[in-house]
């Protein structure tokens, strides 16, 4: 969610305000019910309208409940996915920014302390299938952020909890495939154990990218734009030496797939949730001629990657 959309550009901007480039929680003063006169008609499920009052913006922010929904509860931690429609409300035009009815995409947001407080609480008063109003005035922002960063227009979200994302795998599952890549080693010791990766061999890599799946999963396709959930191991080309590792941190990593290497970009992109591959990365599409702390310049890097989650 910190990568900017193409349609809703401002949502992740405004959504993560509170967590970027400051240690300060986001400002409190959310109010349940005040709404300064912002209507919204329409059916949870389609994009809403929203009518909005004459006169200035609000300052303060707020939420209010349109539809309570009838399903689970939201809880924190939750990966929610949503559609959502985002207004400028400046007064003027209050023009639409976007909305994922239009784009036919729901979004995902993780339910966490860095959704500024007006979200947080707004959310633990819906349940899936219900529909939520938040205003996000400045006062959303902390105040060491406001005093460095230009005034942004007053935002309306109507947000429509579609569900919440399965939590995360802890390993790779579904069948092996037989498949290997020529010049490394890939073990399955099963369960939720980590495999082992050897790249010691005299083989010259190849200047492509190449890509074998060791299991194959049963989820849904990775896309270019998703976040990640993943474990993986990272040794250089030829020398079987390791240069990373979340295995051994005991922790998956998380990251939006268009923010990484061009090799793990185009290496994953279609790849279903819940499977294993092997990944052999040229320096072109690693990181090239610069060296990076225990990667020499122009090396040829081999993952083999879990992919655990996508969102």
Same mark, same amino acid.
């Given at each position: 969610?910190?990568?900017?959309?193409?349609?809703?550009?401002?949502?992740?901007?405004?959504?993560?305000?509170?967590?970027?480039?400051?240690?300060?929680?986001?400002?409190?003063?959310?109010?349940?019910?005040?709404?300064?006169?912002?209507?919204?008609?329409?059916?949870?499920?389609?994009?809403?309208?929203?009518?909005?009052?004459?006169?200035?913006?609000?300052?303060?922010?707020?939420?209010?409940?349109?539809?309570?929904?009838?399903?689970?509860?939201?809880?924190?931690?939750?990966?929610?996915?949503?559609?959502?429609?985002?207004?400028?409300?400046?007064?003027?035009?209050?023009?639409?920014?976007?909305?994922?009815?239009?784009?036919?995409?729901?979004?995902?947001?993780? /339910?966490?302390?860095?959704?500024?407080?007006?979200?947080?609480?707004?959310?633990?008063?819906?349940?899936?299938?219900?529909?939520?109003?938040? /205003? !996000?005035?400045?006062?959303?922002?902390?105040?060491?952020?406001?005093?460095?960063?230009?005034?942004?227009?007053?935002?309306?979200? /109507?947000?429509?909890? +579609?569900?919440?994302?399965?939590?995360?795998?802890?390993?790779?599952?579904? #069948?092996?495939?037989?498949?290997? &890549?020529?010049?490394?080693?890939?073990?399955?010791?099963?369960?939720?154990?980590?495999?082992?990766?050897?790249?010691?061999?005299?083989?010259?890599?190849?200047? #492509?990218?190449?890509?074998?799946?060791?299991?194959?999963?049963?989820?849904?396709?990775?896309?270019?734009?998703?976040?990640?959930? +993943?474990?993986?191991?990272? #040794?250089?080309?030829?020398?079987?030496?390791?240069?990373?590792?979340?295995?051994?941190?005991?922790?998956?990593?998380?990251?939006? !797939?268009?923010?990484?290497?061009?090799?793990?970009?185009?290496?994953?992109?279609?790849?279903? +949730?819940?499977?294993?591959?092997? !990944?052999?990365?040229?320096?072109?599409?690693?990181?090239?001629?610069?060296?990076?702390?225990?990667?020499?310049?122009?090396?040829?890097?081999?993952?083999?990657?879990?992919? &655990?989650?996508?969102?």
């Amino acid at each position: 969610m910190r990568r900017v959309l193409a349609v809703l550009a401002a949502m992740p901007l405004i959504f993560f305000a509170a967590a970027c480039g400051s240690e300060e929680s986001p400002a409190t003063g959310a109010s349940a019910g005040v709404n300064a006169g912002v209507k919204v008609t329409g059916n949870v499920g389609a994009k809403p309208t929203v009518t909005f009052p004459s006169g200035s913006p609000a300052t303060k922010s707020s939420y209010e409940v349109i539809q309570p929904g009838t399903g689970a509860a939201v809880k924190a931690g939750d990966k929610l996915i949503v559609n959502l429609t985002v207004f400028n409300w400046d007064g003027k035009g209050n023009a639409v920014q976007g909305s994922s009815y239009d784009t036919k995409a729901p979004e995902t947001i993780p /339910v966490n302390e860095q959704l500024p407080q007006v979200l947080q609480e707004g959310f633990t008063k819906v349940k899936h299938g219900g529909r939520l109003l938040a /205003v !996000l005035a400045n006062d959303s922002i902390p105040q060491q952020q406001q005093q460095t960063a230009p005034a942004e227009p007053t935002k309306v979200f /109507v947000i429509d909890v +579609v569900g919440a994302q399965p939590a995360a795998l802890k390993a790779a599952t579904g #069948k092996e495939t037989g498949q290997s &890549l020529a010049g490394a080693k890939v073990e399955n010791p099963g369960g939720d154990k980590a495999p082992t990766l050897t790249t010691k061999t005299s083989e010259k890599p190849s200047d #492509k990218l190449v890509v074998k799946t060791i299991i194959e999963g049963t989820g849904a396709k990775v896309q270019p734009t998703q976040t990640l959930t +993943v474990h993986y191991t990272g #040794k250089i080309w030829g020398t079987d030496k390791q240069f990373d590792s979340s295995w051994e941190r005991g922790q998956p990593a998380e990251f939006p !797939l268009n923010g990484v290497i061009k090799g793990w970009q185009q290496g994953l992109a279609g790849v279903p +949730v819940g499977s294993r591959v092997v !990944l052999s990365i040229p320096p072109d599409l690693g990181y090239g001629d610069q060296a990076q702390q225990n990667i020499p310049a122009k090396s040829t890097l081999v993952f083999v990657v879990d992919i &655990l989650a996508a969102y």
